[in-house]
Nanobody, 121 residues
Framework: QVQLVESGGGLVQPGGSLRLSCAGS????????IGWFRQAPGKEREGVSCISSSGGSTYYADSVKGRFTISSDRAENTVYLQMDSLKPEDTAVYYC??????????????WGQGTQVTVSS
């Protein structure tokens, strides 16, 4: 059974940092691309970043490019999202997902439960 569990969310001041973790079980990263999405109240879920199944390719939405970094630890079967220089507009529930990769929800088969990130002074 494939499961994804996010952690690391919280409240942070503008300009601060957080590192989100996405721990996978029931599958290995070698066969799935992993994406991070976020959804703010009243808005559609949007792709933030993704990493290929090989781990060799990473992609970022323009809104987070240069501030967020996605990485993977295959020994731990975990994907991380390092978020720096956070802005209030980054406030959302963040989800990780496993699938073929990309920035659309239809490309992913399995989803975590989400973790809240709030950027506020």
């Amino acid at each position: 059974q494939v499961q994804l569990v996010e952690s690391g969310g919280g409240l942070v001041q503008p300009g601060g940092s957080l590192r989100l973790s996405c721990a996978g079980s029931g599958f290995t990263l070698d066969y799935y691309g992993i994406g991070w999405f976020r959804q703010a109240p009243g808005k559609e879920r949007e792709g933030v970043s993704c990493i290929s199944s090989s781990g060799g390719s990473t992609y970022y939405a323009d809104s987070v490019k240069g501030r967020f970094t996605i990485s993977s630890d295959r020994a731990e079967n975990t994907v991380y999202l390092q978020m720096d220089s956070l802005k209030p507009e980054d406030t959302a529930v963040y989800y990780c997902a496993a699938g073929t990769g990309g920035f659309t929800v239809l490309e992913y088969d399995y989803w975590g439960q989400g973790t809240q990130v709030t950027v506020s002074s």
